[in-house]
T-cell receptor
Framework: QQQVKQSPQSLIVQKGGISIINCAYE??????FPWYQQFPGKGPALLIA?????SEKKEGRFTISFNKSAKQFSLHIMDSQPGDSATYFC?????????????FGAGTRLAVHP | NAGVTQTPKFRVLKTGQSMTLLCAQD?????MYWYRQDPGMGLRLIHY???????AKGEVPDGYNVSRLKKQNFLLGLESAAPSQTSVYFC????FGTGNNQPQHFGDGTRLSIL
């Protein structure tokens, strides 16, 4: 039972193109939605995050779009570069047992071709 | 400032053997976590700790034990390794605060194969 569904599994984009990764959730108790970026042989690192009271957040070439009514959110990478090639995980967080329980999507492997 | 350090980086075990994965953080974080990462399944929480001397079960705790004797260290133990525990294990840490959504900082993982 996957509480956060992520698509696509893999994505190939040409340099300069737009990469789009989508996630959907069911539990309305989630109140924080981060995206993590993971390079081969490394651990995930926080890329960008959004709260449900905001519909969009932009940091440089990375933008999160959030649709609360549809319970969906997506990551857009503008002007994609070969250095963006990595695995991206969406996640959803809610308070649970004294800490923020983080549920991850299955991941999207992005390859940006020169 | 090393962040989160995991040892070992790689290990091969035979079924039934035991081992301990070590995690150390130098950021004075209260919370620590152990995840496993399997293809197509993202990261799943095994156990976590909200402070020195405390531990709790996560999403997939069976077959694992943990201990947090010191604030900076979080140990993950496999008492009797099984092939289903072949995975990449990640340790993470974060500051305290359910309302602040402090980001989790991850180590670079331990790749464990069980034959």
């Amino acid at each position: 039972q996957q509480q956060v569904k992520q698509s696509p599994q893999s994505l190939i984009v040409q340099k300069g193109g737009i990469s789009i990764i989508n996630c959907a959730y069911e539990n309305t108790a989630f109140d924080y939605f981060p995206w993590y970026q993971q390079f081969p042989g490394k651990g995930p690192a926080l890329l960008i995050a959004i709260r449900p009271d905001v519909s969009e957040k932009k940091e440089g070439r990375f933008t999160i779009s959030f649709n609360k009514s549809a319970k969906q959110f997506s990551l857009h990478i503008m002007d994609s570069q070969p250095g963006d090639s990595a695995t991206y995980f969406c996640a959803a967080s809610r308070p649970s047992g004294g800490y923020n329980k983080l549920i991850f999507g299955a991941g999207t492997r992005l390859a940006v071709h020169p | 400032n090393a962040g989160v350090t995991q040892t070992p980086k790689f290990r091969v075990l035979k079924t039934g053997q035991s081992m301990t994965l070590l995690c150390a953080q130098d950021m004075n974080h209260e919370y620590m976590y152990w995840y496993r990462q399997d293809p197509g399944m993202g990261l799943r929480l095994i156990h976590y700790s909200v402070g020195e001397g405390t531990t709790a079960k996560g999403e997939v705790p069976d077959g694992y034990n943990v201990s947090r004797l010191k604030k900076q260290n979080f140990l993950l133990g496999l008492e009797s390794a099984a092939p289903s525990q072949t995975s990449v294990y990640f340790c993470a840490s974060s500051y305290f605060g359910t309302g602040n959504n402090q980001p989790q900082h991850f180590g670079d993982g331990t790749r464990l194969s069980i034959l």
